[in-house]
C-alpha cells in the first residue's frame, strides 16, 4: 500500500510559479511510474505529467514549456514546478502512482491516488 500526500497547491495571479510536491509512504516508489493529473470543475481528469521510475519523464501540450516534474527515489518524493501559469491551469492537482514502467498514465489504471491540492490562478 502507498500513501500519497500532496503539498504547495494556492491562489496565484496569471504568470506566477507554482511548485507541488508528492510525498509518498508506506512502501518505497522506486518501482512506480509517478504522474500528476489535474481536473477542473465539469471536466474530465487529465494528466499533467509523468515520469519513470528510471526518469524518464513526460509533460503533456498543456504544459509543455511551463511545467517540469522531477523525483527523488531515496526521498519518496516528486515535485511539479509549474510556471508561468494560465487561469485555465485551475483544478485540483493530484498525485499519482502506477505500477507500470510507461509515461502514458491512463486515469482509471491508476493504482494510487493522492487526495488532491487545489490550484487557482487568476487576477
Known amino acids: 500500500q502507498v500513501q500519497l500526500v500532496e503539498s504547495g497547491g494556492g491562489q496565484v495571479q496569471p504568470g506566477d510559479s507554482l511548485r507541488l510536491s508528492c510525498a509518498a509512504s508506506?512502501?518505497?516508489?522506486?518501482?512506480?511510474?509517478m504522474g500528476w493529473f489535474r481536473q477542473a470543475p465539469g471536466k474530465e481528469r487529465e494528466l499533467v505529467a509523468s515520469?519513470?521510475?528510471?526518469?524518464?519523464?513526460n509533460v503533456e501540450p498543456l504544459g509543455e514549456g511551463r511545467f517540469t516534474i522531477s523525483r527523488h527515489n531515496g526521498l519518496n518524493t516528486m515535485d511539479l514546478q509549474m510556471n508561468r501559469l494560465k487561469p485555465e491551469d485551475t483544478a485540483v492537482y493530484y498525485c499519482?502512482?502506477?505500477?507500470?514502467?510507461?509515461?502514458?498514465?491512463?486515469?482509471?489504471?491508476?493504482?494510487?491516488w493522492g487526495q488532491g491540492t487545489q490550484v487557482t490562478v487568476s487576477t
Open positions: 508506506g512502501r518505497s516508489f522506486s518501482g512506480y511510474t
Open positions: 515520469i519513470t521510475s528510471g526518469g524518464t519523464a
Open positions: 499519482a502512482a502506477d505500477r507500470g514502467n510507461r509515461v502514458n498514465l491512463v486515469a482509471a489504471r491508476i493504482d494510487y
